[in-house]
Structure formats: C-alpha cells, structure tokens
C-alpha cells in the first residue's frame, strides 16, 4: 500500500470534495480531501493504479494538481 499527498488547486466546498473522493473510489483510491490545506491524501495499490491515474483522475474533475 502506498501513501501520498497531493497538493490540489481550485477545491473550495464540499462538492469539489465529493468530487474528488468519489473520482478517486472509481480507481480503488481511497482519499482524503484536507479542504483548508488544499491537499488530498491517498492510500492505493501500486500494482492496480499509478500515481499518473490518479492525478488524471483529479485534473478530469477540474482541479489542478500541482
Ligand atoms: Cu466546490
């Protein structure tokens, strides 16, 4: 199981949240969106998604991950 966090742009209420988390359960992703931080925490396998996806993932939502 691998960990990261991502520093994400542009999410500013619960609906960009629920976006996110929702995106990211599609994948198999479990993630944590830290609205005041602007940063999502993820936990995901390594050998079923890659870090590429996920931030795809995101930036399909219309985010930016920087
Ligand atoms: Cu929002």
Redesign the pocket.
């Given at each position: 199981m691998q960990q990261a966090t991502l520093t994400v742009q542009g999410?500013?209420?619960?609906?960009?949240?629920n976006?996110i988390e929702s995106a990211l359960n599609t994948l198999g992703v479990s993630g944590k969106v830290d609205l005041a931080a602007g940063s999502v925490s993820i936990q995901y396998e390594e050998s079923q998604v890659t870090l590429d996806a996920i931030k795809e993932a995101i930036e399909e939502q219309g985010y930016d991950v920087v």
């Open positions: 999410m500013s209420c619960n609906h960009c949240v976006s």
